[in-house]
């Protein structure tokens, strides 16, 4: 089942404006984890965040938890066409080994 | 180079016939896992295997089967049972649990 939902479904941004993305997931997880899908490609992981951990840094990505709410937000700072992409929260499954439950994507379109 | 790679990129396939779906790594990754995504849709989980030889359901395993002779090798078959197999088709693998390296995927489509 489809345990992580992202918000919002679509997102259009100019180039150099910071561009949010919010997952909410249902159950308790160990991990919670932050793709990104180019049009017809596979998808490239970007961030894993531990359930002990509040906020993470890589690169122009920020990515916060907060379990108590079950919520994650995924920031990308002075964001550049090349940006442009699908994303994709994912969370593990304590029934599907080490399997992700992912949700439906943030598409996101940077225009120069 | 180390990867993970998927064949074909396009598969077209007549209704009823079984197609079989390559999968295959080389970062020896124990565990591999087969996902499915429909237009506008996230990952769904057809497969996994977290050992050679072992294999269990995911959310959508009907219609579909797996094997895991090898640890470099999953291949996934969409057999005639499954009634909407148009799809594409992703494989991944992971060394535990955390990130997932996934392949090109594979674009199917029944006609």
């Known amino acids: 089942s489809q345990q992580g939902e992202e918000d919002p479904q679509a997102l259009s941004i100019q180039e150099g404006e910071n561009a949010t993305m919010n997952c909410s997931y249902k159950?308790?997880?160990?991990?919670l984890q932050w793709y990104r899908q180019n049009s017809g490609r596979g998808l490239v992981h970007l961030i894993l965040?531990?359930?002990?951990?509040r906020e993470k840094h890589s690169g122009r990505l920020r990515v916060t938890l907060d379990t108590s709410k079950k919520s994650s937000s995924l920031l990308i700072t002075a964001s550049r066409a090349a940006d442009t992409a699908s994303y994709f929260c994912?969370?593990?499954?304590?029934?599907?080994?080490?399997?992700?439950?992912f949700g439906k994507g943030t598409s996101l379109l940077v225009t120069p | 180079d180390g990867g993970i790679t998927q064949s074909p990129k396009y598969l077209f396939r007549k209704e009823g016939q079984n197609v079989t779906l390559s999968c295959e790594q080389n970062l020896n990754h124990d565990a591999m896992y087969w996902y499915r995504q429909d237009p506008g849709q996230g990952l769904r989980l057809i497969y996994y295997?977290?050992?050679?030889?072992?294999?269990q359901k995911g959310d959508i395993a009907e219609g579909y089967s797996v094997s895991r002779e090898k640890k470099e090798s999953f291949p996934l078959t969409v057999t005639s049972a499954q009634k909407n197999p148009t799809a594409f088709y992703l494989c991944?693998?992971?060394?535990?649990?955390?990130?997932?390296?996934f392949g090109p995927g594979t674009r199917l489509t029944v006609t």
């Open positions: 965040i531990r359930s002990n951990e």
């Open positions: 991944a693998s992971s060394i535990s649990r955390g990130e997932q390296y």
């Open positions: 994912a969370t593990d499954s304590a029934n599907s080994g080490y399997a992700l439950n």
């Open positions: 159950t308790s997880i160990n991990n």
């Open positions: 295997s977290q050992i050679v030889n072992d294999f």
